[in-house]
């Protein structure tokens, strides 16, 4: 089992900038890919981005040119930078560690992007 805690959120006004980390202990070895996902009040959780163990990185439409995710492999730890920020980001982002046979979640933390 993968234990993902995710840390960094917070209240950001719209067009500011956040950054997300995530970092994974424990059966770390069998991780394909790490990827963070949001879910809104009153909608289905949704890809933001993912990024493999060879640093191959894939992005949701609404986020490619604001959102950067990337890795310190050295430290089992994914990171989320999130720029120009738009109300419409607000909701709680999880990690998700995806193994062969498994995946794992973390907890998850809100951003709320409000004036």
């Known amino acids: 089992q993968v234990v993902l805690v995710e840390s960094g959120g917070g209240l950001v006004q719209p067009g500011g900038s956040l950054g997300l980390s995530c970092a994974a202990s424990g059966s770390t070895f069998g991780i394909i890919y790490m990827g963070w996902y949001r879910q809104a009040p009153g909608k289905q959780r949704e890809l933001v981005a993912t990024?493999?163990?060879?640093?191959?990185?894939n992005y949701a439409d609404s986020v490619k040119g604001r959102f950067t995710i990337s890795r310190d492999n050295a430290k089992n730890t994914i990171y989320l930078k999130m720029n120009s920020l738009k109300p419409k980001d607000s909701a709680v982002y999880y990690c998700?560690?995806?193994?062969?046979?498994?995946?794992?979640w973390g907890q998850g933390t809100q951003v709320t992007v409000s004036s």
């Open positions: 990024i493999t163990s060879a640093g191959r990185t």
């Open positions: 998700k560690a995806v193994m062969r046979s498994r995946a794992d």
